[in-house]
Every structure is written in structure tokens, then in C-alpha cells.
């Protein structure tokens, strides 16, 4: 009964490791596919937003910081 049990958990192993590679293959592309549709939704984002307005308040923000440090 033990022999049966250990080889049958060899053999969920060996599947696990033989579908790895493809699993990981899926998830790698998945992701990529993920971060590419983020990167065009905030380039949607950047367009949509007035860039002015955002690059004053960096640049408001910036000399702040560099006016506490001073």
C-alpha cells in the first residue's frame, strides 16, 4: 500500500515538471501581454490629462524640494 502511494506521487511530480515549461511559457506571455496593455492604457492616461498641468506640478514640486534642501 505504502509502495502505491509514493509511486503515485512520483508520478503527480513528473507531470507537474513536464508541463512546467509550458506553464511558464503561458505566464511569461500573459504577463507581457499584461504590462503591454497597462503601458497603453497610462499613455491613454498621459494624452488625456493636460501635460502642462501635470509638468507644472512637477516642476512646482521640484523646486520646493530643492528650495528645502537649500
Do not use: F, Y
Not at 23 to 30: P, T, V
Not at 34 to 42: D, T
Amino acid at each position: 500500500m505504502r509502495h502505491e502511494r509514493g509511486g503515485s506521487a512520483n508520478l503527480r511530480c513528473w507531470k507537474i515538471n513536464s508541463h512546467g515549461l509550458a506553464d511558464l511559457a503561458r505566464l511569461q506571455e500573459a504577463r507581457a501581454r499584461w504590462l503591454g496593455e497597462l503601458a497603453v492604457l497610462e499613455s491613454k492616461l498621459a494624452r488625456v490629462s493636460r501635460p502642462g498641468k501635470v509638468a507644472r506640478g512637477t516642476r512646482e514640486m521640484a523646486r520646493r524640494t530643492c528650495g528645502a534642501r537649500n
